[in-house]
């Protein structure tokens, strides 16, 4: 290729000032990089988001708050489901990457690691019940993709049983096991894969047998919508998994990690399954990182089977020190009476909302941050969308449920901070309001 590639000697001169300049971010008026974006990266979405109004360019970003290339400041509502629980570049977790940075890099994910050690001893500490090792992975969905292979490695059934508008990323076996919505355009998918409806043990009791691996489930499906299940269902997907001789997986990639104002969503229900799945919020904001946390026995597999999932960035050195200094931020004496007591402030705004615009607001469903605001039909989620954007708040609807608002804010959202969204829920309920009765037509429909 010739020198400086496509673009030609002068397009790379173009790029290396950019560098030089040290100007990461704001180097160039936000249209411009949007037009890079959508001839570079995905014309496709930058259409999309054109039409929600949420083209804008994250550049800063702080804590609760990210500043769009033009100065416009948001309260980051999505927090990219969990990835943010501690808020954007958290002190004690950048801090801990730039000391390790001096002394570690990724590290070789063939050999022993003393960082991927700690991590897992700790997580063994933490995590309920008998779970004792872990497994760390790149991502989410690579870490459902392993969780499903021990099951069906431990087990050597084929059998999976997961939810229906279930999401647990976009992988091989984390595909199969989402909804069937995910996989139009990818058939024929992996066997064995069957669905129910989240929350019907009846139905769950029809789908497991003496072939089924496991079960997976979401402890609260996000993309269904932020469902919480009744009191009984976890007591009974456990009984169930047991006496099928199944194991029971949660994917706690959303709820986990304090999200739910307890350490482990499962907690509520005081079920241990015997894999916990986790992700997103594992990465501190700064590095990615997932792991596949299991109970002792199920390592029967892995012993037989050491090299079975080999995967270079999983458990990255680097990572698993970001990981232990998010732990100790969650861990703090303190930290899940704050998630619970600004989720309950959070409720009083929900509530003043409704009584507000009882034409609009149908109700929310919540466990500590965990939070939907729901809508009174499927137009209106991405009409808030929109008009919460325009009032600087981030946060979208549920891909399987536009009318459910999914309200994610950082764990260390502030009281202050709290009022200032549900100010501008208010703002932008006030203008959907206006847009329904223009006539507006939905930006969006997934
Ligand atoms: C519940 C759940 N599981 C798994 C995943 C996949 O995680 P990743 O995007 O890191 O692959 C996600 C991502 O949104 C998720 O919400």
């Known amino acids: 290729m010739a020198q400086g590639g496509k673009g030609g000697p002068a397009h790379a001169g173009t790029l290396r000032q950019e560098r030089a300049g040290g100007r990461l971010v704001g180097g160039k008026p936000q249209a411009a990089v949007v037009e890079e974006f959508a001839s570079f990266v995905s014309p496709g979405r930058v259409g999309v988001y054109r039409a929600l109004g949420v083209d804008a360019v994250p550049g800063r970003r702080e804590g609760v708050y990210v500043w769009d290339l033009d100065g416009k400041r948001y309260i980051n509502c999505r927090s990219s489901g969990g990835v943010f629980n501690l808020g954007h570049r958290a002190p004690a977790v950048v801090n801990a990457l730039k000391q390790a940075l001096d002394v570690l890099d990724i590290g070789d994910h063939m050999l022993l690691s003393e960082q991927r050690a700690r991590l897992a001893r700790r997580l063994a500490e933490l995590t309920p019940g008998d779970i004792t090792y872990s497994f760390f992975t790149a991502s989410g969905g690579e870490a459902c993709d392993v969780a499903i292979k021990l099951a069906r490695g431990y087990t050597g059934r084929p059998g999976i049983v997961s939810a229906e508008n279930g999401y647990h990323g976009h992988t091989g076996f984390a595909l199969s096991a989402g909804d069937p919505r995910f996989k139009r355009h990818f058939e024929p998918l992996m066997p064995g894969f069957h669905q129910v409806p989240f929350g019907d043990v009846e139905a769950l009791r029809r789908a497991v047998d003496e072939t089924t691996a496991a079960v997976i489930f979401e ?19 456990r009984q169930v998994c047991d006496a099928a001789g199944a194991l ?20 509520e229900w005081g079920v241990v399954p015997d894999i916990l799945v986790l992700g997103k919020g594992m990465s501190g904001g700064v590095y990615p990182l997932s792991a596949v946390c299991y109970r002792a026995h199920v390592d029967e597999f892995f012993r037989r089977n050491p090299f079975v999932h080999l995967t270079s960035f999983g458990g990255a050195d680097l990572g698993c020190v970001c990981a232990l200094a998010m732990l100790d931020e969650i861990c703090r004496p303190g930290f899940l009476d704050h998630v619970r007591s600004m989720g309950e402030r ?19 469903r919540r466990r500590g941050l965990m939070m939907a605001f729901e809508l009174a039909d499927d137009r209106l ?4 969308t929109y008009a919460l954007g325009e009032n600087g708040v981030i946060a979208v609807f549920s891909d399987f449920r536009p009318r459910a608002m999914q309200i994610m804010p950082p764990l260390v959202i502030q009281p202050a901070q709290v009022d200032e969204v549900i100010d501008a829920m208010d703002r932008a309920l006030g203008l959907v309001e206006s847009m329904v009765a223009a006539g507006a037509p939905v930006p969006y429909t997934p």
């Open 381 to 384: 989620g991405p009409m808030m």
């Open 219 to 237: 402890t609260i499906p996000a993309t269904a919508g932020i469902i919480i299940p009744p009191a009984d269902f976890f007591p009974a997907v």
């Open 248 to 267: 029971m997986i949660l994917d706690e990639v959303q709820a986990g990690l304090g999200r739910t104002g307890r350490l482990w969503a499962t907690d």
């Open 346 to 364: 959070f409720e009083r705004g929900f509530a003043a909302l409704r009584k507000a615009y009882p034409g609009l607001v149908a109700g929310w």
